[in-house]
């Protein structure tokens, strides 16, 4: 994290107080009210904290506030999500982590998973579990890993499968996995940095270095990554080696995101991605 602005923080803070109406917090307004919005005194108390301590907080004077005082101001000055990781920011601390979306899918990306049909596309939590995908991703992949249903159940979480279970690995080059191991566990890495300090992201984790050396070595690296475009190989068992560029287009917040695997047009690959579209599961062979 950066040091506090202590400038900045001051601005923002009697700014959001200045605008907050009393009624807004259940005071009543009174026909003598000459400060806008509300008085640092009443921030104080609803913040509890002193009157003197918010007033050199607002002056640049304080010293840096921790944030346990930062979520009382926040909560008094009834900030939104957004103002509040601005908040802490400016005070020098990492935002607290944010409302997850779990196995709900963000609706801006369910609608745009179901227009896609002519390509493989799937929506993935940031911690690796497999929310959603369409029908041609799905025979691109098979059943070895399918959409998760509830939340925390580690069989629908992508990394977790890929070091727990060989069968993923089959869909792809034996020369890949090393690489694609140290992608899974970047990415990982990187997801659990934005969340802080939450505990599905720690037992996730604790729970495959206790059960993958391989992932536990890989996570000791301290790689960070984010996939948002890459090339990547799947091997298919009925059309063959299929060669797939990965877009992947993240929320706002960087919890959720939908991946999208193209082939350059009129290329081998797009052919077979054509193919396996058009007579769907049948091509499984088992």
């Known amino acids: 994290m950066t040091g506090m602005d202590r400038r900045e923080l001051a601005d923002f803070i009697r700014r959001c107080r200045e605008r907050l109406r009393p009624q807004e917090v259940g005071l009543a307004a009174g026909p003598r009210r000459r400060t806008p919005g509300l008085r640092r005194e009443e921030v104080a108390i609803l913040a509890g904290m002193s009157a003197d301590y918010l007033m050199r907080l607002e002056q640049a004077r304080s010293p840096q506030p921790s944030p346990q005082v930062l979520r009382s101001l926040g909560q008094a000055l009834r900030l939104s999500d957004d ?11 990492r935002p607290p982590a944010g409302r997850l979306a779990g196995t709900h899918v963000r ?4 609608y745009l998973l179901d227009q896609v049909t002519g390509v493989p596309a799937q929506v993935l939590s940031d911690l690796g579990d497999l929310l959603a995908q369409n029908a041609l991703a799905e025979t691109l992949f098979g059943d070895i890993c399918p ?6 159940d580690q ?3 992508i990394v977790w499968r890929w070091f727990n279970d060989p069968r993923i690995r ?3 080059p034996a020369g890949e996995h090393d690489y694609l191991s140290r992608v899974y566990v970047a990415d990982l890495r990187a997801a659990v940095a934005r969340r802080g300090n939450d505990p599905v992201a720690i037992s ?5 270095r206790a059960g993958s ?3 536990a070595g890989l996570w000791d690296r301290h790689e960070v990554a984010v996939p948002r475009e890459s090339r990547l190989l799947v091997q298919h068992p009925t059309v063959g080696l299929l060669e797939l560029d990965c877009e992947t287009l993240l929320t706002p917040a960087e919890d959720q995101r939908l991946v999208l695997l193209t082939a350059p047009p009129g290329s081998p690959t797009a052919g077979h991605l054509e193919l396996l579209r058009v007579v769907g599961r049948e091509t499984f062979a088992g």
């Open 213 to 215: 050396g391989e992932f």
């Open 204 to 208: 996730l984790v604790r729970r495959m």
């Open 155 to 157: 069989d629908h979480n």
């Open 83 to 93: 103002e509040r990781d601005h908040l802490y920011l400016l005070a020098g601390h």
């Open 170 to 172: 089959l869909a792809h």
């Open 147 to 152: 959409p998760m249903r509830h939340d925390h």
């Open 107 to 110: 609706p801006g990306l369910l």
